[in-house]
Nanobody, 115 residues
């Protein structure tokens, strides 16, 4: 059974940091590019960051460049999203995504940036 389980979300003040984790099981994790998406209330889901299978290349949405870092540990079947200098506009449900021949999604974790 394929599973992507996100964790690490929560409430943080503007300027703060959070680290999201996504643990995968049920498929060959190291053979999949991994991404983080987010969806804010009333908005479409958007791509935040992507990392290639071996972790050699990453790409980021312009809105998070220089603040967010995606990384992966293939030995742990885990992908991370380090989020620094958080802004209220970063408030959203964050989803883990795996893509190769198939596409898998996690259930999401809520991130709220507010005073």
């Amino acid at each position: 059974q394929v599973r992507l389980v996100e964790s690490g979300g929560g409430l943080v003040q503007p300027g703060g940091s959070l680290r999201l984790s996504c643990v995968a099981s049920g498929f060959a994790f190291s053979m999949y590019a991994m991404s983080w998406y987010r969806q804010a209330p009333g908005k479409e889901r958007e791509l935040v960051a992507t990392i290639t299978m071996a972790g050699g290349r990453t790409n980021y949405a312009d809105s998070v460049k220089g603040r967010f870092t995606i990384s992966r540990a293939n030995a742990k079947n885990t992908v991370y999203l380090q989020m620094n200098s958080l802004k209220p506009d970063d408030t959203a449900v964050y989803y883990c995504n795996a893509q190769s021949g198939s596409i898998y999604w996690g259930q999401g974790t809520q991130v709220t940036v507010s005073t």
